[in-house]
């Protein structure tokens, strides 16, 4: 194998990488959206581990207990809001 075809080849490992980063941004982008929150957190966790950013990680906790907190408030409103219209449907 020549030199350039080494390279050649590095490069294409390089951009398989690249395609498969692209895929797991993509699906946790679609977790977020889907309210799964959890797994989103605990992917970007291992990253942050595996890059030895552990200051992120307090970042991404808050994040979650903000998100949660906020996600728990909107249900109760919404369950509050519930009974109060099949309250005035019984009146």
């Given at each position: 194998?020549?030199?350039?075809?080494?390279?050649?080849?590095?490069?294409?490992?390089?951009?398989?990488?690249?395609?498969?980063?692209?895929?797991?941004?993509?699906?946790?982008?679609?977790?977020?959206?889907?309210?799964?929150?959890?797994?989103?957190?605990?992917?970007?966790?291992?990253?942050?581990?595996?890059s030895n950013?552990?200051?992120?990680?307090?970042?991404?906790?808050?994040?979650?207990?903000?998100?949660?907190?906020?996600?728990?408030?909107?249900e109760e409103?919404?369950?509050?809001?519930?009974?109060?219209?099949?309250?005035?449907?019984?009146?």
């Open positions: 194998m020549s030199i350039e075809q080494i390279k050649q080849e590095l490069q294409d490992e390089k951009d398989k990488l690249l395609a498969y980063m692209q895929k797991s941004y993509k699906a946790r982008t679609k977790w977020v959206k889907q309210n799964k929150i959890d797994c989103v957190i605990q992917a970007e966790m291992g990253m942050c581990i595996a950013r552990l200051d992120l990680i307090e970042n991404l906790l808050k994040r979650k207990e903000k998100i949660e907190q906020l996600m728990k408030t909107i409103m919404e369950y509050i809001a519930m009974i109060a219209s099949s309250q005035n449907e019984n009146l």
